[in-house]
């Protein structure tokens, strides 16, 4: 099947400062991306939608200017989590949809956040 | 937005056993039922899915049944192995994004 990764697997940073999660598909092209956060669990839920060469579009309650969504090529997604606190610590998983047509979606290995 | 129940949230049965999830839908216009399967500390793997033109799918070991009129949708694993423990997810598309189960955690006892 589709390969998806992300980068890091695991990310431990002070409150305040912020990071950046890359995710790429590495076999298919993706002109859709999604952004995912799981607490420890639950189930997933939607951040993000994330076009090619275009604005994301954010589930109601996500903060845009918080988690900021870069979709700059058909294989890669950046989402960069600013001034993280201890209530983002999450895993946070992307997902990529091959343009096929068949609205398959592949996911990521996810990223761990801790925020201390 | 679209809303999924998944039953039963877990599950445990005998190596060898089947094993059944269901999940039961509101309101959709969904043509895409996919399920994940996650293991602790993984993303969710696509194990199998179906479209709505067709009521039932098997791959090998592992089934899903649709039923639109009935709103719902399961998931058949038979002769369950150990490997087999995982959590496992249900999802619609809904709007071009998944909606998800809450998960089901299965534990498969050698």
């Known amino acids: 099947g589709a390969v998806v990764s992300q980068h890091p697997s695991r990310v431990i940073c002070k409150s305040g400062t912020s990071v950046k999660i890359e995710c790429r598909s590495l076999d298919f092209q993706a002109t859709t991306m999604f952004w995912y956060r799981q607490f420890p669990k639950q189930s997933l839920m939607l951040m993000a939608t994330s076009n090619e060469g275009s604005k994301a579009t954010y589930e109601q309650g996500v903060e845009k200017d918080k988690f900021l969504i870069n979709h700059a090529s058909l294989t890669l997604s950046t989402l960069t989590v600013t001034s993280a606190h201890p209530e983002d610590s999450s895993f946070y998983i992307c997902?990529?949809?091959?343009?096929?047509?068949?609205?398959?979606?592949?996911f990521g290995p996810g990223t761990r956040l801790t925020v201390l | 937005g679209e809303n999924v129940e998944q039953h039963p949230s877990t599950l445990s049965v005998q190596e060898g056993d089947s094993a059944v999830i269901k999940c039961t839908y509101s309101d959709s216009a969904s043509n895409y039922f996919p399920w994940y399967k996650q293991e602790l500390g993984k993303g969710p793997q696509l194990i199998i899915d179906?479209?709505?033109?067709?009521g039932e799918k098997k791959d090998q070991r592992i089934a899903v049944t649709l039923n639109k009129t009935a709103k719902h949708f399961s998931l058949h694993i038979t002769e369950t192995q150990p490997e087999d423990s995982a959590v496992y997810f249900c999802a619609l598309l809904d709007w071009g994004a998944l909606t998800f189960g809450s998960g089901t955690r299965l534990q498969v006892q050698p």
């Open positions: 179906i479209r709505s033109n067709v």
């Open positions: 997902s990529a949809r091959d343009h096929n047509g068949l609205n398959e979606q592949f």
